[in-house]
């Protein structure tokens, strides 16, 4: 009985064992996989290329600056691949990798395979660059500012990465204008006199906005006709104070609907269909050299508002008003526009032999509402470096004649007007909480290659 027992399990045991060696012959050790040299180099990717090994159900692939791999390419360190090649995105130009792969099946995993090395195209762009140091001669790298943020970190980080300055608020008519005929130049004042003492360019925004009407204004009792002369002299008396020390104006801030048709706004009300022509032609006769913007926002992606936007303005050029050229907001987001409906967006502009200002940047990285952050995760900040660095390149790719600037929306990310706007987390700037320069910044550079 006993014997009989013994001689059913060692049956057991053989059969186990026979099936166990047909199935996965566990006495194999996976061979090591051989890493090929790399194919489609770009100046920000490559593709990572190693032989078949026989049995393996997935790879292993790192990724590194250093030869010895003692630091990694972020999702980099031992990347799971199905495939026998991965193209590694996301990469710096003019750049030394390396890379090795080990072949795995389940827990079993194979020795490293050699060491490839490889450069990536185009230059390499030294992150410790400054915007404007990198932008220099073609156009301005500018920053939404406010005088209370003009000292201190903010001053030594305005004064190193920036040629000119936006007044995020202080130069819009809530602002400014406290009353008829009297006006506040407090805060004004102290943001362009620091720009003249430090010698930065000035971009004024806004002279009329929907967005900052005071609450006087909203509520004045006057005719139509008393309500234009306080535009007018508004205009007047704001351009005029900063002849030769503000270099161009918003003069008229999205003036058109999203979904298209002309915003219905106190002055379209009180003035009548003519008030941007009569807003630009004012601005013009305060200033004869300043240069005169219309300032809008989503043109890319909505096209009935795109649309809406250039027939105004050819309406305005067909009408011999000065304008001088089209601020695009760029308040956009890590994945929209693409650059094929920025570009599109970007000709209109320079066929209408018009400058073209990007002049509020920032790029929401949090703005999937179907995959909302609470930390920006490695794919999503390497999607909007890439985005800094598209929209960078197709500024910097038009011609000179029609190059202003660049304007970024804020310096650091907690400042951001992007948080209270959508009420989230975001990123979106150029610079984090410690003014330390992020990722997004070296895509900045990258851009002007
Ligand atoms: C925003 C400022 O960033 C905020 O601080 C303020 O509360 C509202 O205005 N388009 C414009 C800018 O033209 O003036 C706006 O700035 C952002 C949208």
């Not at 936006?166 to 602002?175: G, L, Q, R």
Request: hydrophobic share 40%; proline share 3%.
């Amino acid at each position: 009985m006993k014997k009989k027992f013994v001689l059913i399990c060692t049956g057991i045991v053989f059969f186990l064992n026979a099936c166990s060696k047909d199935d996965t012959p566990s006495s194999a050790i996976l061979a090591t996989p051989v890493a090929n040299p790399a194919t489609e180099i770009t100046d920000a990717s490559f593709k990572a290329k190693w032989n078949f090994v026989s049995s393996a159900q997935n790879y292993l692939l790192d990724v590194s600056l250093s030869p010895d791999f003692t630091d990694f390419v972020t999702n980099y360190n031992a990347k799971s691949v199905n495939d026998l090649n991965d193209i590694v995105m996301n990469l710096t130009g003019g750049t030394q990798y390396y890379y090795r792969v080990r072949a795995a099946r389940g827990t079993e995993i194979s020795n490293y395979s050699n060491v490839i090395s490889v450069i990536t195209s185009g230059t390499f762009v030294n992150p410790d660059t400054p915007l404007k140091v990198k932008a220099a001669n073609n156009f301005f790298v500018g920053a939404a500012v406010s005088s209370s943020r003009l000292s201190g970190a903010y001053n030594t980080l305005i004064t190193t990465e920036f040629s000119s300055i936006t007044a995020e608020n202080e130069m819009k008519m809530e602002a400014i204008f406290t009353g008829p005929g009297t006006y506040n130049w407090t805060q004004a004042d102290a943001i362009v006199d620091y720009a003249v003492a430090n010698n930065i360019n000035v971009h004024g925004h806004a002279l009329v906005w929907h967005g900052s009407v005071p609450s006087w204004m909203n509520s004045y009792t006057g005719t139509d006709a008393e309500f234009e002369q306080l535009v007018h002299d508004y205009i007047t008396a704001v351009v005029t104070r900063y002849v030769g020390k503000v270099t161009s104006w918003d003069v008229v801030n999205e003036a058109i609907n999203d979904g298209g048709g002309t915003r219905n706004t106190i002055f379209l009300q009180k003035m009548g269909a003519n008030y941007i022509a009569k807003c630009f032609q004012w601005a013009r006769e305060a200033d004869p050299n300043v240069l005169l913007f219309y300032n809008d926002y989503n043109t890319s992606t909505d096209i009935s508002k795109q649309n809406d936007v250039y027939a105004l303005i050819d309406n305005l050029k067909a009408n011999n008003v000065p304008i001088d050229g089209v601020g695009l907001q760029m308040h956009i987001k890590y994945d929209s526009p693409t650059r094929q409906e920025l570009q599109t967006d970007v000709d209109k502009v320079l066929a209408r032999n018009l400058k073209l200002h990007f002049s509020e940047l920032d790029v929401r990285a949090n703005s999937n509402d179907s995959q909302v952050l609470n930390t920006l995760t490695p794919e999503r900040k390497s999607a909007q470096k890439m985005k800094y660095r598209e929209v960078v390149e197709v500024y910097n790719a038009i011609p000179t004649t029609y190059k202003y600037a660049i304007t970024v929306w804020g310096i650091k990310d907690n400042e951001s007007w992007i948080l209270n706007q959508f009420n989230r987390v975001d990123w979106p700037l150029l610079f984090d909480n410690s003014f330390n320069r992020k990722v997004t910044h070296t895509g900045f550079l990258e851009g002007l290659e």
